[in-house]
Every structure is written in structure tokens, then in C-alpha cells.
T-cell receptor, first 109, second 110 residues
Framework: KQEVTQIPAALSVPEGENLVLNCSFT??????LQWFRQDPGKGLTSLLL?????REQTSGRLNASLDKSSGRSTLYIAASQPGDSATYLC????????FGAGTRLTVKP | EPEVTQTPSHQVTQMGQEVILRCVPI?????FYWYRQILGQKVEFLVS????????KSEIFDDQFSVERPDGSNFTLKIRSTKLEDSAMYFC????????FGQGTRLTVV
């Protein structure tokens, strides 16, 4: 069974900092990996999708990388803003998309 | 922009009752999922559905749960004989490549 781990569990940074969120998974036979954002009490918003054949994807200030052989992905957020405060979730898909517990990010003004 | 729609947004039910949670996936998507999230905990996979049948299910998805695609647009999760511990947010998702989630149904069992 796929196990997905996200480190750190929580992170607090001052506005403007660049930061990296980590995701690791145990079974490298995946179709894709997706990063989501979840605001308190809300649904999940898709941020980036990386197919298993890809190494990275970028959208605006976000960059996600994938190293399938080592079972790792990172989400890089550049020039963080208070509006980035949310929980960030990594989901690994091999027919049953499994989530990590998330990283709760707080960006202080 | 197409979106996944879930109804109701909030349902309160008495213990032992049956509930049906409804989802309208994005129209050209082929994969459908149900997840639950107990308050303060992680998003847990329940079941995936493809080509009108279950493709994967988790250990949580026991005989108490069932899914259906009763027509071309709806996708439902039925929970029989609800228990207090079934109280959670239930999310539906659909995908072609990237998965998109609905806003969830908050189920409260009293």
C-alpha cells in the first residue's frame, strides 16, 4: 500500500521568503503526482500535476519537481505572500490517489 | 470553468440511518473518486471508479459503503447504517489527467 509522507507538518515564514515543501512516497510505480492547496474548511484546489515521465512543472511562483526513482517530490514557493497561507497536500496516483497529511503553511506579513 | 459539484453541502443524520451523497463530475472525465476527511485529519481515499465499476477501494470502504453511477452525469456514495464515527467531510473528485475536487459534503451523524 502506498504511503505518502510530508515534511514539515507545519511551517511559519515571514513574507517574501522562498520555501520548499517535501513529499515522499514508498511505491515508485505511479502514474502521476499532484499538489493541492486546502484552505480551512474548504475543498482541495489543484496546483500542479506532474506526470510520471516528467521531472518538473511550473505555474507562476510555484515549481514542483519529481524524482520517481527515489520516491520524492518537492514544491517550491517563491517570494511567499500571506495569501499563500494554507495546507499544502501531495497526492500520489497509481489508480488510487493517496494523500500525505499535508504541510500547514503560515506566511506572516 | 468546469467544476465538480457536490450536494448537499451539509447533511445531518441520525445514527443508523442511510445517507446518499451526490456528485456531478466534470463531463469528459473518466475517473471518479470518493474521499473522506475527519476533522483535523488527513484526506483518506475511499474508492476509485472507472468504466462503470470500482477500480480500487481502501480498507475503509467496507460493506457499509457503496457507489453508483445511476445515470450519465451523477456519481453517488451511499453509506448504510451510519455511525457517529462516519461524521466527516466527504469529497468527490474526477479526473482525465489532473484530479479536480468538489467542495465537499459535511456529514454529521448524531
Amino acid at each position: 500500500k502506498q504511503e505518502v509522507t510530508q515534511i514539515p507538518a507545519a511551517l511559519s515564514v515571514p513574507e517574501g521568503e522562498n520555501l520548499v515543501l517535501n513529499c515522499s512516497f514508498t511505491d515508485s510505480a505511479i502514474y502521476n503526482l499532484q499538489w493541492f492547496r486546502q484552505d480551512p474548511g474548504k475543498g482541495l484546489t489543484s496546483l500542479l500535476l506532474i506526470q510520471s515521465s516528467q521531472r518538473e512543472q511550473t505555474s507562476g511562483r510555484l515549481n514542483a519537481s519529481l524524482d520517481k526513482s527515489s520516491g520524492r517530490s518537492t514544491l517550491y514557493i517563491a517570494a511567499s505572500q500571506p495569501g499563500d497561507s494554507a495546507t499544502y497536500l501531495c497526492a500520489v496516483n497509481n489508480n488510487d490517489m493517496r494523500f500525505g497529511a499535508g504541510t500547514r503553511l503560515t506566511v506572516k506579513p | 470553468e468546469p467544476e465538480v459539484t457536490q450536494t448537499p453541502s451539509h447533511q445531518v443524520t441520525q445514527m443508523g440511518q442511510e445517507v446518499i451523497l451526490r456528485c456531478v463530475p466534470i463531463s469528459n472525465h473518466l475517473y471518479f473518486y470518493w474521499y473522506r476527511q475527519i476533522l483535523g485529519q488527513k484526506v483518506e481515499f475511499l474508492v476509485s471508479f472507472y468504466n462503470n465499476e470500482i477500480s480500487e477501494k481502501s480498507e475503509i470502504f467496507d460493506d457499509q459503503f457503496s457507489v453508483e453511477r445511476p445515470d450519465g452525469s451523477n456519481f453517488t456514495l451511499k453509506i448504510r447504517s451510519t455511525k457517529l464515527e462516519d461524521s466527516a467531510m466527504y469529497f468527490c473528485a474526477s479526473s482525465a489527467y489532473a484530479a479536480f475536487f468538489g467542495q465537499g459534503t459535511r456529514l454529521t451523524v448524531v
